[in-house]
């Protein structure tokens, strides 16, 4: 049992020495420091820049779309209950 716990201590630890150890070696992104060119660095960022904002578009697009087809449902739903509910009847009068 103390030799399963030693080697999962090790598994679990090792990533871990091996980054602090060797910063450069555990990069984010292992295609970044491959290229130096100003041009390539501008076109990833411009990328990463795209790719975060577009389901954050799709999202809003989709929220307006549900909120503008929502409010016409919703508009003639109030009116058919409006109109099939009965008239209020006057409270009764306190002698």
């Known amino acids: 049992m103390t030799r399963v716990r030693a080697v999962t ?3 679990v ?3 871990g020495v091996l980054a602090l150890a060797l910063p450069r070696a555990a ?3 292992a295609v970044c420091g491959l290229f130096y060119d100003e041009r390539t660095r501008k076109a990833l960022f411009d990328a ?3 790719m975060s904002l577009l ?11 549900i909120a503008r087809r929502g409010g016409v449902a919703l508009t ?3 009116r058919e209950s409006e109109d099939a509910a009965p ?3 006057a409270p009764p009068a306190l002698d």
């Open 9 to 11: 201590r090790v598994a």
């Open 13 to 15: 630890l090792a990533p």
């Open 27 to 29: 990069e984010a992104c």
């Open 48 to 50: 990463t820049i795209f």
């Open 55 to 65: 389901p954050l578009a799709a999202i809003g697009l989709g929220l307006w779309w």
């Open 76 to 78: 003639s739903e109030f």
């Open 87 to 89: 008239a209020a009847a």
